[in-house]
């Protein structure tokens, strides 16, 4: 009798484990249709502002448009999402970022859109995006068992890496059927779908843990805690300072991928290669879904780092078409190996019920450097990279013999410093004991769910904000 007790409390748990996880991907396959639609809107956005003002300071002033709210109003968007329903959160983000691309949209139809219309849009998104981020993965920790962070943070990378395979291929065609408006219409529906599988499912509330309890308090508080948490433990607060850094050299990597591009392509082939390379992301979400990953995270994730940046070093030595999307290839097929092993840590080791506040902060300091490269890019390239590869300067003589003059050339010589960049940055990271050890030193944390053990406390929570 005994041991059919123990048995049904086993099927019940594994039921409940089995509900959840197919909450999981319901809620995820809802967040990849809209990643599809989002990364039309964008794409067809660089092409657009790039043809029309032939500015690489323009496009990156748009970007930073969208990325500064999401990084200021981060912090406190975490502590709101710890504080309420996580599911509501995630449907705030997406009716609020799907309002501002209706708006675009009208703007367009109307002929009323204007760079600074768009940057204005394009901020107002970026402020419900800020929601996004911490709710969802604070989510996906509880409705994931802890065995499977590593292959469900690859699958929130396959997402992305399906938006950007798509992308490219269907915005190409899109814009030359019906412009600009058309990808930011169909970006409007992605966004309906997702509230609609948000709205059809239910989280479950997390378990409260020492530090979620000890950090009640004013809304300042609770926000602070999140910033205080990542520094108190050497190995997270070190990796999130690698991550700040690799952004610091790598935010400025799509006003100059598309200069570079259009500078010897057109927008339709520009489109494939993107699509093609993109491919890598592709098959490295599909590994990184279906692989638990290697036994050392950290490890793997500074060895891959290595390897990324010498691929994005290659791409900026040839304007030939193929070793180009080689390299991209190659790079991109890196970039969700990292982002997972990355993810599969910050989710193994912070406590569920803290979780908004820890990765909105997280996603702020990572993300910091962005707006401080999209500002730099456009005076750094125009000043110091054209002049040194269109002039008569002596290094700029001895580069121009090495890759070549002109400004395309100016575009090429970025990618390479951007890669010199990252291996050494990477290299650092590895001699450090606290980042290097970090799985060994910090424990993971309490009340995570488990395919073995399921909490018995399965109740869901109301669904409206606290």
Not at 5 to 32: A, E, H, M, N, P
Not at 57 to 69: D, H, K, S, Y
């Amino acid at each position: 009798m005994l041991d059919e007790g123990r048995r049904g409390l086993t099927d019940s748990r594994s039921s409940t484990t089995k509900d959840r996880y197919r909450t999981f991907l319901i809620v995820w396959s809802g967040q990849l249709v809209s990643l599809v639609g989002s990364n039309l809107t964008w794409f067809g956005i660089s092409i657009w502002v790039f043809l029309e003002t032939r500015s690489v300071t323009q496009l990156a002033v748009i970007l930073l448009a969208n990325q500064l709210p999401r990084i200021l109003v981060s912090p406190i968007a975490g502590t709101f999402v710890d504080r309420w329903d996580r599911r509501w959160a995630m449907i705030l983000s997406d009716a609020g970022a799907g309002a501002g691309t209706l708006v675009m949209v009208t703007l367009y139809v109307t002929g009323n859109l204007t760079i600074p219309a768009l940057a204005a849009v394009a901020a107002v998104s970026g402020t419900f995006q800020a929601f996004q981020y911490p709710a969802y993965q604070a989510a996906t920790t509880l409705l994931v068992p802890k065995e499977r962070y590593s292959r469900a943070s690859g699958m929130v990378q396959l997402a992305e890496a399906i938006g950007n395979l798509l992308a490219p291929v269907l915005g190409g065609i899109m814009i030359a059927v019906g412009g600009l408006g058309l990808l930011v219409a169909i970006d409007v529906v992605t966004f309906l779908f997702a509230l609609g599988t948000l709205i059809a499912v239910r989280f479950p509330k997390p378990p409260v843990s020492e530090a979620g309890a000890a950090s009640k308090g004013s809304i300042w508080r609770e926000t602070a805690f999140g910033f205080r948490y990542i520094y108190e433990r050497r190995g997270l607060f070190g990796l999130l300072l690698y991550f700040a850094s690799i952004n610091l050299v790598f935010g400025a990597m799509m006003p100059i991928i598309t200069a570079f591009l259009l500078s010897i392509t057109t927008p339709a082939t520009m489109g494939t290669l993107f699509s093609i390379g993109a491919t890598g992301m592709v098959l490295g979400a599909i590994l990184a879904s279906t692989w638990r990953g290697v036994q050392h995270k950290v490890r793997g994730i500074l060895v891959l780092g290595a390897v990324l940046g010498v691929a994005v070093g290659t791409v900026g030595t040839s304007t030939r078409l193929g070793l180009i999307v080689v390299s991209f290839w190659v790079a991109m097929f890196m970039l969700p190996l990292v982002g997972a092993f990355s993810q599969a840590i910050w989710m193994a080791k912070v406590e569920p019920d803290v979780q908004g506040r820890v990765f909105a902060v997280r996603m702020a300091v990572s993300q910091a450097a962005v707006p401080l490269s999209l500002l730099a890019v456009g005076p750094l390239v125009d000043r110091v990279f054209v002049p040194l590869m269109t002039g008569s300067s002596t290094p700029g003589l001895w580069l121009q013999g090495v890759f070549g003059s002109g400004v395309t050339h100016a575009y090429g010589l970025f990618f390479v410093v951007v890669g010199i960049l990252v291996v050494s940055v990477s290299g650092c990271a590895w001699l450090v004991g606290p980042i290097r050890h970090l799985e060994r030193d910090i424990p993971d944390a309490v009340g995570l769910p488990s395919e073995i053990e399921t909490e018995d406390d399965d109740t869901v929570p109301d669904a409206s904000p606290a």
